[in-house]
């Protein structure tokens, strides 16, 4: 029954990829979801690199991949049904010329003002140096828009003609989640190439010293995070010490963002982790601040670091809420980045989608589908703005 699973998989993978060449990036999440599972599969039945993860005695038992197969299956499945039905409703907003999607203006200043509040955010001088992991917070609001805006201005970047403002620009986007040993950084320079590449045609090299760096800040982080004194000063002395790293160790963090979210998904079903209480709060579009969210932390952990995945979340709850949440994400998702293509909110919309299928794979349900919130208002106001703009004119 598994193997079964993981060919209809590989069909789904190669589809999505396929569709992935004509830029079609709603199929990220149908591709990346089908990869992590096979690659986990062949990985552990096979092989043995994809057991190199962090908690691996704790959340490891023999698994078949029959639970996370189904799980996976029926999510991607209905996701692209999803994404096939909100093609027979085609809308468009005003269109913007792709090269001028924002004005350069504004985006220097997005991009300043992302800055100005991920430094802001956190206490400074623990940025340089501390002798912790974790780092004192200023404001959970500030926390939030840095959240938020490191992967939009990271995308912006890659539209920046310049070099030399881009790459610093760069630089001090990616200074503060590299001090904090933030996985966001992965985030970030993926969302770098893809601007690069919607705006400019890039070779061989230049793709493949972007998926080298990602696949290294998905390293370091996890290296970094042990170490005794850390900060942007000790995480530059101590890069010497990734680049002496063994093979095992390499695919440590390689398997953090892939076979660690599929061990994940297999203990949190196992041991029936999640509740009704703790779905309904993550759906919740009020602010925390108006909720008790104590049932989700107290329902929805694997360990004291560890949440449970969104997906898993929603399939605790009924395979027809697991069918109905992904057909009803695949289908917006899909209608919101087609409607905004060549405009401007396009950026902040494919910077929310890729938060989107991480956060699913390995964070509480409710930091995914704010995501989705977040889309949905934005799209609610572009619709009404559209509409003024029409009577008006």
């Known amino acids: 029954m598994v193997v079964f699973l993981i060919l209809i998989e590989s069909f789904i993978l190669c589809y999505s990829l396929n569709k992935l060449k004509n830029k079609d990036l709603v199929y990220i999440f149908p591709a990346f979801f089908t990869f992590i599972h096979i690659y986990t599969y062949i990985g552990t039945k096979y092989f043995d690199f994809a057991e190199e993860i962090p908690f691996y005695y704790q959340i490891y038992n023999d698994y078949s991949f029959l639970q996370s197969g189904v799980l996976i299956c029926s999510a991607v499945c209905f996701f692209i049904v999803g994404i096939l039905f909100s093609k027979r409703y085609p809308i468009k907003w005003n269109n913007v010329n792709l090269e001028f999607k924002i004005p350069y203006c504004i985006s220097i200043i997005i991009i300043l003002f992302s800055i100005f509040i991920s430094f802001l955010a956190f206490d400074f001088n623990e940025l340089l140096y501390r002798q912790k992991y974790v780092t004192n917070e200023t404001h959970r609001v500030l926390v939030i828009l840095f959240k938020v805006l490191s992967p939009i201005s990271s995308f912006l970047c890659g539209f920046i003609r310049n070099k030399y403002l881009k790459y610093n620009f760069l630089f001090l986007i990616l200074s503060v989640p590299f001090s904090l040993n933030s996985r966001i950084i992965s985030l970030d320079l ?166 989107f299928v991480f956060m699913n794979s390995q964070y509480i349900l409710r930091e995914s589908v704010r995501l989705l919130y977040y889309c949905l208002i934005i799209s609610l106001f572009m619709f009404f703005w559209n509409r003024t703009i029409k009577r008006i004119k």
């Not at 070779?203 to 998926?211: A, D, E, P, R």
């Not at 000063?233 to 892939?258: A, C, E, K, P």
């Not at 087609?338 to 401007?344: G, T, V």
């Open 190 to 355: 993926m969302m770098f190439y893809i601007g690069s590449v919607l705006c400019f045609k890039r070779g061989f090299l230049y793709k493949s010293i972007i998926i080298f760096s990602v696949i290294f800040f998905s390293i370091s982080p996890l290296i970094l995070r042990g170490m005794s004194e850390q900060g942007f000063i000790y995480n530059i002395l101590n890069l010497s010490y990734i680049f002496d790293i063994s093979l095992d160790v390499f695919f440590r963090g390689v398997n953090y963002v892939t076979s660690f979210s599929v061990y994940e998904m297999e203990y949190a079903l196992e041991q029936k982790l999640s509740g009704t209480d703790a779905f309904l709060i993550s759906i919740n579009p009020l602010p925390s601040s108006y909720l008790n969210v104590q049932p989700l932390y107290d329902q929805a952990m694997v360990n004291a670091f560890s949440p449970v995945p969104g997906i898993v979340m929603v399939y605790r709850e009924g395979i027809g809420y697991h069918i109905l949440f992904y057909f009803l994400c695949g289908f917006l998702f899909h209608w919101m980045l087609k409607a905004s293509e060549n405009h401007p909110v396009y950026i902040i919309f494919v910077s929310f989608f890729c938060g």
